[in-house]
């Protein structure tokens, strides 16, 4: 389903800087090993998939405020809080997520 819906040209598709803050930090503490250099996925994949970015707001960290404590990880907790304020729906299978009002695809 998330594949469809992504590949869909009728959907309109964003990353986060939240997410490619996340995958940078994970890299530079060895917590992951890309099989393509960053750049090439920020923003290079970026763009191939012609992603919208998402850049964070005020807003979205006044919403991190709001939510309730179901999910620890700071950068999760932002792309749930973007997904709310810009009512967007979030491609996860995380098991916190549902947790939270926010549309899930998967």
Known sequence: MARA?????????W?????AWE???K???GKLKLEVPYE?????EVIKNRLG??????SHFREV???????GDPFDRLLIAQARVEGLT??????????YDVPLLW
Request: charged share 15%; aromatic share 6%; glycine share 4%.
């Open 90 to 99: 979030v491609v996860t299978r995380d098991p916190h997520f549902p947790a």
């Open 23 to 25: 995958v940078a930090i």
């Open 65 to 71: 405020i709001e939510l309730p404590l179901h999910h």
């Open 40 to 44: 090439d996925l920020f923003p290079g």
């Open 53 to 58: 970015i998402l850049p964070t707001d005020f």
């Open 15 to 19: 990353t986060s800087h939240a997410t």
């Open 27 to 29: 890299v530079s503490l």
């Open 5 to 13: 819906a992504i590949v869909d040209g009728r959907n309109e598709c």
